[in-house]
């Protein structure tokens, strides 16, 4: 076999067998082909697409790459989830321990943030002693100790999918549906859970900008879940606007406290919910009402939150800090960004505000660069908002006291106030099951 003649086969729209793509990306891997050959094929792949079978395959491939996580030393029914990515998106922090207090198990792999994103585990790590890396043993009895446990990636989880995104990354070929599927597939099938959540973002802070591209890629995501035997739904949730409040480490674990302590930001609180009684309901824990209500009490009688905590203290980590947010390392540099005008917010640029918070120091430029945990910024005025001039419209937080002119130009872009209120916008726009795509 020749990937010569693949890139051909590809570049005239035809479909690759198993036995090519196994080929391809096991060579690819092994360093036996070139990343000039496989950038041609990736981006034959970018223009032409593939059926639901190579997209599987490729899937399939690239899972068995690496470790595949056996989690059944874990009792009860596990459940993961993914997040394509978003500003303020810190819902596993909330979903995570109450699906535990509910009953459901989760051990979950999480990422590092880069760029406008932020990453579970650089969130996590704002926690004064957690430990985000843990043998398999301390990782099992973790979840079976107190439902739970959040880690970092075990550097073995899917090498072929890290060799393919570098690549992509540097040719142009990340927004491709069949590629973005194939690869947080990969690695949630070898993550070992029977069940995952996946929350797709769609709009402005988004990789899927539109519904259409978002709906597409969840199908995609859903089939080759269920394809593998995982039972598998999808949510769209829209990331026009920022999650929540709160954006920078720290800041966003203090928000998630509040809300499992049910005085949290109201978006943010309901997608929680929604989230959760998904993972509840792949469970097998009852229809999604019930679901739902078991996620609501789990809030309302502290179980959750307790929950939580469990995990934070198994894990090494100072608990103190969640009850008494004052423990938290301060950053030492504040300013306000001041409205100057009267109106509403009729636009929040999720990928700008993400960018800000990053040149406050709460995020990475490069993978290299280290992250300020107590940086980043509070939202006052969000979408909707009706503004006076004067108001302030965001508290920036920063240990780099000349990034705050910065930070405050680049906000002021990212956000427009016009006269009229502008209408509602879902919080969650479609929901997508085996065979069944709902719309909201
Ligand atoms: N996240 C991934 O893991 N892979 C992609 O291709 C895009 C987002």
């Known amino acids: ?5 693949l890139i051909d086969k590809k570049k005239r729209n035809g479909v690759l067998t198993d036995s090519e793509i196994k080929f391809m990306v096991d060579s690819y891997f092994a360093g036996e082909i070139p990343d000039y050959q496989m950038s041609a094929m990736l981006m034959a792949i970018w223009f032409n697409g593939m059926n639901d079978h190579e997209i599987t395959e490729l899937t399939k491939v690239m899972a068995h790459s690496g470790d595949m996580i056996d989690l059944s030393a874990i009792e009860g029914k596990k459940v993961d989830k993914h997040s394509t990515g978003g500003v303020g998106d810190k819902t596993t922090l909330i979903v995570a321990p109450i699906v535990a207090a509910c009953g459901g198990k989760v051990a979950k792999m999480s990422g590092r943030g880069l760029g406008h994103t932020g990453g579970t585990i650089d969130k996590l790590e704002s ?28 550097g073995n989880l899917a090498p072929a999918d890290k060799k393919l995104y570098a690549l992509r990354d540097v040719t142009a070929t990340v927004d491709s549906i069949p590629l973005i599927a194939s690869s947080i597939m990969s690695k949630k099938l070898a993550a070992g859970s029977d069940c995952i959540l996946l929350d797709v973002k769609t709009g402005s802070g988004a990789f899927m900008k539109t519904l259409d591209d978002s709906i597409k890629l969840a199908e995609t995501m859903v ?13 769209i ?19 998630s406290m509040e809300v499992l302590q049910g005085h ?68 030492p540099y504040q300013c306000e960004v001041i409205a100057k005008t009267d109106g509403f917010i009729t636009n929040m640029n999720s990928e700008t505000i993400g ?41 920036l937080y920063t240990s780099k006291k000349d990034s705050l002119d910065e930070a405050e130009k680049l906000y002021r872009t990212a956000i427009q106030i016009g006269n009229k209120k502008p209408p509602q916008k879902p919080l969650i726009y479609a929901r997508v099951e085996r065979g069944k795509i709902e719309k909201f």
């Open 355 to 395: 960018v800000t918070s990053m040149i406050l120091g709460a995020g990475r430029e490069t993978k290299e660069n280290d992250i300020d945990f107590s940086a980043g910024l509070v939202i006052h005025k969000k979408y909707g908002d009706e503004v006076k001039s004067g108001d302030s419209l965001v508290t």
């Open 237 to 255: 949730t829209d990331m026009d606007t920022p999650l929540g409040l709160s954006i920078g480490n720290s800041l966003e674990v203090i928000e």
């Open 264 to 331: 949290g930001p109201a978006d943010l609180t309901e997608v929680s919910l929604q989230l959760a009684a998904n993972m509840l309901y792949l469970v097998g824990k009852g229809s999604l009402e019930d679901c739902r209500k078991l996620a609501e009490v789990s809030i309302n009688d502290g179980t959750a939150f307790e929950r939580f905590c469990k995990m934070v203290k198994a894990q090494g980590g100072d608990d103190s800090v969640l009850r008494d947010y004052d423990k938290f390392a301060k950053a």
């Open 223 to 235: 089939a080759i879940g269920e394809g593998a035997g995982r039972r598998t739904v999808a949510m």
């Open 1 to 5: 076999m020749r990937m010569y003649d």
């Open 127 to 154: 926690i004064p002693g957690y430990r985000t890396v843990l043998s398999r043993d301390e990782f099992f009895n973790t979840v079976n100790e107190c439902g739970l446990s959040l880690i970092g990636q075990s």
